[in-house]
């Protein structure tokens, strides 16, 4: 049965993870490992809210409570990190002391809670960080693909949708139905043409009486707010593309116009033009060695996967492909981000 099989790997994956960051937790007292730490780590994050519980809750690992967030920042401090700008870590870390590391936090995508949940408690902690704003998204022209997506699955008890051949009916009478439904086309829109597909799914959702944009207005910030945003010294606005879509499956000119245009818009809002980027998604196919030389081209001074790892002063010969370390909604322990902090995780990951 495809629910019970796709339960029960999102159940093994989840306890592997758990696990993993349990041993390199054990590994990181003990003192083992310690080359993996590096000199640095760059953290994201997505939603920063207190949590709501929603039995059907896909993009819970999109979201930690700013409870946690400080909790996190406070364990990092207690380890002796230093907290930086992301566009000043590269200057700080050339000039530091051996024994001295840094952290950047950021953020992606522009929400809301950004500012009223997470900007108290970095302001509290005078721990600056950067936020990757979504143009589309700022500007109301473009949906969010997986927030409508879910809202949607909420509502229904079957769901008619084309998955490349046809019309399919998927059942949604159970959490366990609406999250193989919600996987199934996740890996379609990521694996075929975005644009058409959102297209296809914003539609199917607004012929249910749900209004793809009107998610978007209640998640994101506008352009006031953002201004409102840049005016605090410790935040950073960065670019995120236009439309979040992945650059690699984008022809060369689309992807730098996505890069540009992202750029620009961010200027005209704030009047300085951002010299970071994140890749949407920022894993595995969806960014390659061609959006690291476009950023560059376009003159950004960084640009951040979501590759996981840690920094060293050579991370920095490539400053357009650097990784990150996602604070996951699903592991929010103190001891978690202690682990991924050490680098351990990712070294046993044979990265």
């Known amino acids: 049965m495809p629910t019970l099989k796709h339960v029960m790997r999102r159940s093994l994956k989840r306890a592997a993870i758990a696990g993993g960051l349990e041993l ?19 953290f994201t994050l997505h939603h920063v809210r207190p949590k709501i519980d929603n039995d059907f809750d896909p993009n819970a690992h999109l979201e930690i ?23 000043h870590l ?4 050339a000039i530091a002391r051996p024994d001295e590391r840094f952290a950047a936090f950021t953020l992606d995508d522009g929400y809301r809670n950004n500012a009223v949940h997470a900007q108290p408690v970095f302001t509290e902690h ?5 936020v990757f704003v979504t143009s589309g998204f700022a500007c109301r022209t473009h949906s969010i693909w997986w927030e409508t997506l879910t809202d949607l699955l909420r509502a229904l008890p079957h769901l008619e949708f084309d998955l ?5 009916t998927l059942p949604l009478a159970t959490t366990a139905h609406k999250n193989a439904a919600f996987a199934r086309i996740s890996a379609f829109i990521q694996s075929g043409d975005e644009r058409a597909i959102v297209a296809e799914l914003d539609a199917a959702a607004r012929a249910h009486g749900i209004d793809p944009l009107l998610i978007t207005e209640r ?15 410790l935040a950073t606005l960065g670019a995120h593309t236009i439309s979040h879509r992945a650059l690699s499956r984008l022809d060369a000119n689309e992807a730098r116009e996505e890069m540009q245009a992202s750029a620009e818009r961010l200027e005209a809002i704030t009047g300085h033009r951002p010299v970071a980027l994140a890749y949407p998604y920022g894993f595995g196919q969806t960014v390659t060695p061609r ?7 376009l ?11 840690t920094l060293d002063t050579t991370s920095f010969a490539s400053p357009t492909a650097l990784p990150r370390i996602s604070l996951n909604g699903l592991y929010q322990k103190r001891k978690y981000v202690s682990a991924l902090a050490s680098g351990i995780p990712f070294r046993l990951m044979g990265r």
Do not use: C, W
């Open 65 to 87: 409570t700013p409870d946690f967030l400080d909790a996190a920042i406070r364990l990092l401090a207690a380890e002796g990190y230093q907290f930086v700008a992301l566009h």
């Open 164 to 168: 490349g051949s046809g019309p399919v």
């Open 126 to 130: 005078r721990v600056p960080f950067t």
């Open 90 to 93: 590269a200057a700080r870390m």
């Open 24 to 42: 390199s937790s054990l590994a990181g007292r003990a003192g083992l490992m310690t080359s993996a730490r590096g000199r640095g780590a760059i």
């Open 219 to 233: 998640l994101i910030m506008r352009e006031p707010e953002l201004k409102s945003l840049a005016l605090n010294p």
């Open 299 to 309: 003159g950004f001074e960084v640009a951040v996967t979501t590759v996981p790892g």
């Open 291 to 297: 959006e690291h030389r476009l950023a560059a081209e």
